[in-house]
């Protein structure tokens, strides 16, 4: 016997040793060196509180204005804008990961799955930073030395702000899995716009949850290489989704489905950045776009004042297109591919086929039709539209919709004039602020008190939705909805009450079902599954869904 436990103590600490080489040699594969910047005395000045809300380093600086929206202006080469966003916005950049991190465990209840896609992630992301820019990677690692150390457990901070910037690539890649991405853009010039100037509107419709969207960051940039920008975010990002140069070139991101991604490659928003920081040219554009390999499917909307017109890059892990559209004086584009390159890819016409895409570019192209002459209001009102086609009512919320009631913000550009609208909460229904890129650049340097830097009589008013009896009941709509999705019984009463707020929107049915279908309720979800069949189902996939909880149930029966 004690022979045994010699043997089992012995090949216990045998297997503990190896356990403890491989987490060894997995932290070694998978670490990722920080960047050695030339540090300067910049690392060393304090941030200076000017006034509520408004704070400053040197010429840098963090304010929020009375729209709600904050406006960042930060200069200097990668690591001194990096070490300024931190310092300026640290706590806001802790708000922002704590939503993050709050949103992921809300569709990543368990633990165990949370900790093997952490260890899969860092091992996914090992080589990121060969895919990003030193310039880059600089203006990253300065803003991670003031990140928070709450989230330490989940990886240094460096190597969680390289990730964090992926995580729009990885949230589109998965898009097909029942994650809600349908960003839909236009642009119109020439005959179609009413001052004859290029307008350029879109709304982003990235939603990780109410709290990550609540503090908008408009980002107000100058680099010491390449053109001074704009960009609309949120603190921590670096990436461009959203944003104009001062040559008037514009960028926003669509995605399109992809597969999922085998090897890591530079962020999308990464790439877009570098083309609003180093192009004022479509051509231009395309040949940096060219230069860099993605994760996932995008099509990057590129305006220019230059060119007078937009065109579409159109990107894929694989492929790279460049598409000038097919009408002389407007775009459309939603989240498929409508090049050449593209036109018999297999992923591609899927998408077209099930997913909400296809519907939206035909609703965009009825939207922009209807409007002769359009102009900045035309535009937004476009953004906000919650109809169908021929303005069939979808219900409140419906992908299908351009204004699906998720956007993170909508934007309107006039890339001629260097303007640009920022949506105020919530969504694209507040009110949308103009900023004039000439004068926003001309007295950063020089801002000392706290002034509104917007254009207020060039402001369009919220959306008279929000003072809508419908609005109350889609707020209603959306607290159910959470309290179901958590697993909370509900009410008969409460039932009814879900139903009616949002009655012409299939998901409120499919809700209804699942949960009394999950209690055993066969019948009664039947019956609410075959509802949802008479409303406008977004994808293919959810109808997939809906036909097959059907059959199951009939099957049981």
Known sequence: MRKFWKIGAYLLGSLIALLAVLMLCFYFWVKIDEPKPEFSNYLEKDREKIDKDFYKIGDNWLKKSETGLWELYVKGGGFERGVMEGKLQKELAAQQEEAFVNQINKMIPSQFLLRQMKYFIAYFNKDLDHHITQEYQ??????????????DYIAPKYHRMLNYHAAHDIGHALQGKNFKVGCTSFAAWGDRTADSTLLVGRNFDFFVGEEFAKNKVVNFVNPNKGYKLMMVSWAGMIGAVSGMNEKGLTVTLNASESEIPTTAATPISLVAREILQYAKNIKEAYA???KRKVFVSESILIGSAEDGKTAIIE????????????????????????????KNDKINLNNISQSSSAYRFDLMTELVNERPKLTVPDAVSILRNQTGIKGKNLGMGNEMAIN??????????KPEKLQVWVSTNPYQLGEFVCYDLNKIFALADTLITKVELYEKPLNIAEDPFLKSEQYQKFKTFKKLKAKVQSGTDISEEEIKLLEASNPEYFDTYILIADYLNKRGEGERALAYYNKALTKEIATGYEKEKVLAAIKEIKEEE
Do not use: M, W
């Open 138 to 151: 600089e203006e990253i690692y300065g803003e991670s030395l003031f990140a928070s150390d709450e989230y």
């Open 288 to 290: 940096i776009a060219q």
């Open 315 to 342: 990107v894929s892990p694989t492929k790279t297109d460049l598409y000038e559209g097919r009408a002389n004086d407007y775009q459309i584009c939603s989240n498929h591919f409508q090049g050449e390159v593209f």
């Open 404 to 413: 699906q009631l998720i956007a993170h913000h909508s934007v309107v550009f």
